[in-house]
């Protein structure tokens, strides 16, 4: 339950993802909604990938350290360049800045780093720019 939420208030904060950098239908959440990748333009790609949790203390039953991160990869068919995926990269980091917070279900989840995008990877002709968003909740 506590992957569950930690995913539902990431996703939550990027369903809030200004309308007018990118629609909504142009961002893919894995496993959520029905996505068909465009044949052209700007699209996201979300997947979260969650690390064991760690206990904090000592104790049975103990308060856990839930970490992973959550990967916005901003995409393109060949053909569009680069600057435009790095500009909604840039706008993706800027929407979670590192310090925010985010709760779903009672689990508040907060970015412990300032996101940054990685590098430009080509397959099958589509341009990838993975931004990696890495977050922790204490529950």
Same mark, same amino acid.
């Given at each position: 339950m506590s992957?569950? !939420?930690?995913? &539902?208030?990431l996703n939550a904060r990027m369903e809030a993802f200004p309308a007018g950098t990118l629609a909504q239908d142009r961002i893919s959440y894995q496993g959520?909604?029905?996505?068909t990748r465009p044949k052209d333009g700007l699209w996201i790609e979300?997947?979260?990938?969650?690390?064991e949790p760690r206990r904090e203390?000592? !104790?049975?039953? &103990?308060?856990?350290r839930y970490a992973g991160y959550m990967q916005a990869t901003v995409c393109t068919r060949r053909g569009l360049g680069t600057k435009a995926i790095d500009t909604l990269a840039d706008a993706v980091a800027t929407h979670?800045?590192?310090g925010q917070r985010m709760t779903d279900s009672g689990v508040t989840v907060r970015v412990i780093a300032k996101p940054a995008p990685l590098t430009v990877v080509e397959d099958d002709g589509i341009l990838m720019l993975p931004v990696p968003i890495r977050y922790e909740a204490i529950i």
């Open positions: 992957n569950a !939420a930690i995913r &539902a208030a959520w909604k029905d996505f979300v997947a979260h990938f969650p690390s203390f000592f !104790a049975d039953g &103990a308060t856990r979670f800045p590192e």
